[in-house]
């Protein structure tokens, strides 16, 4: 496990543990709904996806998200969803997500 991505050993998927706190539940909710949308629409946009998880409790989301590898997180981080994500993150949120890569 590591908090920086650089400093995974080479080779095998890539998880990534993502945890956000909500400014409310409503919040919570708005990017609940929102995720929920992007995991249908990466089924088909993002072939290097492996699978993304979506947990919720009160003002509390918790993500798990695997990739193929390097260049399939890449490729999803560059895609117009996740720039539209960080948006709406920094709006509902408090703080910046908490994201733990592993490899599997």
Request: charged letters at 30%.
């Amino acid at each position: 496990m590591s908090s920086e991505l650089s400093k995974l050993p080479p080779g095998g998927s890539i998880v990534l543990h993502v945890h956000i706190e909500a400014k409310s539940i409503d919040a919570s909710d708005q990017l609940t709904k929102y995720l929920l949308v992007k995991k249908e629409t990466a089924k088909t946009s993002e072939p290097g996806i492996l699978d993304f998880r979506i947990y919720q409790f009160e003002e509390k989301l918790m993500l798990i998200e695997e990739y193929e590898d390097e260049k399939a997180l890449q490729a999803s981080r560059q895609s117009e969803d996740f720039k539209a994500f960080q948006e709406a993150v920094s709006s509902l949120t408090i703080g910046a997500p908490d994201i733990s890569y592993y490899r599997e």
